[in-house]
């Protein structure tokens, strides 16, 4: 399975905990929720959904099962609503501790974010730190090529390198803020505030 599928995998079990849905509501979550999935298709998601199926992670059905009155138009068959099995909650609650590498790079890191909100605080503050780390350990190889390279680069291409280095350095400070105000004990906003 490649990193994409494994994220949209996680990605829709997650959203799909929440609440069942239908294909189109689905795409349209991982689109505004997580971002990182801005660019994919349909082509992309039902073979996943089938996939998930077929594994017995989550079911699928008619529109009309989980609402009778919700008829469908003349001519059309009615959507089909994907609902997480039992079995689904177990494999994506295994998917969820998991807080090695795969966890904080750079392809799977806000996909997980997303959903730290239904994961265990050991588990973020891994998570948090290993993706410091390897964030850290990127912004050394940046300054010591830039350093390095300096003289060789135009203006235009040291605009960049310094472009680079200052959204690690930003995303740095974030995740330094986060893991204190973990270590401090995460203060829940009320849920008036959430929605709002």
Known sequence: MSKRSGILEFAILGLLRESPMHGYE?????????????????????????????QGWLIEE???????????????????????TAAGKEHFEELLANSGPDAWEDEHFAARFAFFGQTSK?????VLEGR???LEERLE?????????????????????RHGMESV???????????????????ERPTSERDG
Do not use: H
């Not at 349209?28 to 089938?50: D, E, H, I, Q, W």
């Not at 008619?62 to 997480?84: E, H, N, Q, W």
């Not at 050991?122 to 891994?126: A, E, F, G, P, T």
């Open 26 to 54: 689905l795409r349209k979550r991982l689109n505004t929720s997580l971002g990182v999935f801005r660019a994919f298709s349909y082509g992309t998601l039902y073979p996943c959904l089938k996939t998930l199926v077929t």
């Open 62 to 84: 008619s529109a009309l099962d989980s609402d009778p009155l919700a008829a469908p138009l003349a001519g059309r068959r009615a959507k089909i609503v994907y609902r997480l």
């Open 122 to 126: 050991d588990v973020r503050m891994r």
């Open 132 to 134: 410091r780390s390897r």
């Open 141 to 161: 190889r940046m300054r010591g090529s830039l350093a390095r390279t300096r003289e060789r680069l135009d203006d235009y291409t040291l605009e960049l390198q």
């Open 169 to 187: 350095e930003r995303e740095v400070r974030w995740l330094n803020e986060l893991i204190e105000t973990e270590r401090a004990g995460r203060v």
